[in-house]
């Protein structure tokens, strides 16, 4: 499985697909065919997708099963370009809601993973 963020832009981008047919966007980004047209194959091509966007719902989370994890956290959705809506974690201390526009920042407290490589949600004005 492919990244689901370039972390080798700033700030880092969304990996998504758009199919050459029909022009949608979608993420992740997978080859099995596109969702509208069912378009395969050459017509579906990888993209990097904005990060900034609006904060849809947010909530937070007091118990994880997982006892790695630090607790209080929140997780967010937001909506980017092309009306892509996407969940993930709000840097620390970062007390989003919804209407806040927001963008993925690298930090140095965000749990780092195959898929996440240590981002999360930041206020835009907030990003380096």
């Known amino acids: ?42 017509d579906l091509l990888a993209v990097d997708i904005d990060s900034r966007g609006t904060v849809t719902a947010a909530t937070v989370v007091y118990h994880d099963p997982d006892p790695q994890r630090t607790v209080p956290f929140r997780i967010i959705e937001v909506e980017v370009e092309h009306g892509l809506r996407v969940r993930g974690l709000a840097a620390a201390g970062e007390d989003l809601e919804r209407g806040d526009r927001v963008v993925l920042a690298r930090v140095p407290d965000a749990p780092v993973d195959d898929e996440l490589a240590g981002v999360a949600f930041v206020r835009a004005g907030d990003a380096p």
């Open 1 to 42: 499985m492919s990244p689901i963020v370039n972390v080798e832009v700033q700030p880092p981008r969304l990996r998504g697909g758009r199919c050459q047919v029909c022009e949608l966007v979608f993420m992740p980004a997978q080859g099995y065919g596109c969702e509208r047209c069912g378009a395969t194959g050459g």
